[in-house]
């Protein structure tokens, strides 16, 4: 059994080597602008939205409102059990943003819940609003711009470590010849 599990981590960690290899040389495509530093070479400063806000506020306004459909849904559904009427207000829940507190106005039942997720609702439409009017500075890597290779020799042959801007157009043909050469080494 001890054989079986050191045979599946030695096979695991080599096919799962060569890829962390590959992506140290891969310089970041985006980086988080620092005041008082110049942009680095083969990069280009520019803004944008301020992306955690916005998707926090966009995930938070969908999954409260949803939640919310789904409680006065079931609200209005189990309204009518036992004998009783339907209680149509709580139908008012569907609408965004106002809805959840019409329902806490007009029915005596559930007004923690509704209350919440009207709450909820405002706060990452708050969070999505502040989001996307606020910008903040990042370097990008620009694909165009002038950039070098070093090529240099290391233990397991020859290694080419390239700058932010450089397209991988290094191929793996021997230099002066169309095609790979088929000689027998001796």
Do not use: H
């Not at 290694?159 to 801007?165: A, F, I, M, T, Y």
Request: net charge positive; proline share 5%; hydrophobic share 40%.
């Amino acid at each position: 059994m001890l054989r079986i599990c050191l045979s599946v981590s030695v096979v695991a960690s080599s096919l799962l080597a060569p890829r962390a290899a590959i992506a140290e040389d891969r310089p970041p495509r985006v980086m988080r602008a620092e005041e008082g530093f110049e942009t680095p070479e083969g990069y280009r400063e520019t803004t944008r939205s301020f992306r955690p806000l916005w998707l926090a506020g966009t995930i938070g306004s969908g999954a409260s409102w949803a939640a919310s459909l789904l409680a006065s849904g079931l609200s209005y559904g189990l309204s009518g059990m036992f004998g009783s009427r339907k209680d149509d207000d709580y139908l008012n829940g569907i609408i965004p943003l106002v809805g959840p507190f019409f329902v806490v106005a007009e029915t005596d039942t559930n007004d923690a819940l509704f209350g919440s997720l009207g709450g909820l609702q405002i706060v990452s439409l708050g969070l999505l609003i502040a989001g996307l009017s606020t910008t903040q500075t990042v370097w990008v890597l620009d694909e165009d711009a002038p950039a070098s290779a070093t090529v240099g020799l290391s233990g397991n042959g020859v290694r080419v470590k390239r700058k932010p801007g450089l397209k991988r157009r290094i191929s793996s043909r021997p230099c002066g010849t169309g095609a790979r050469s088929s000689s027998s080494r001796g």
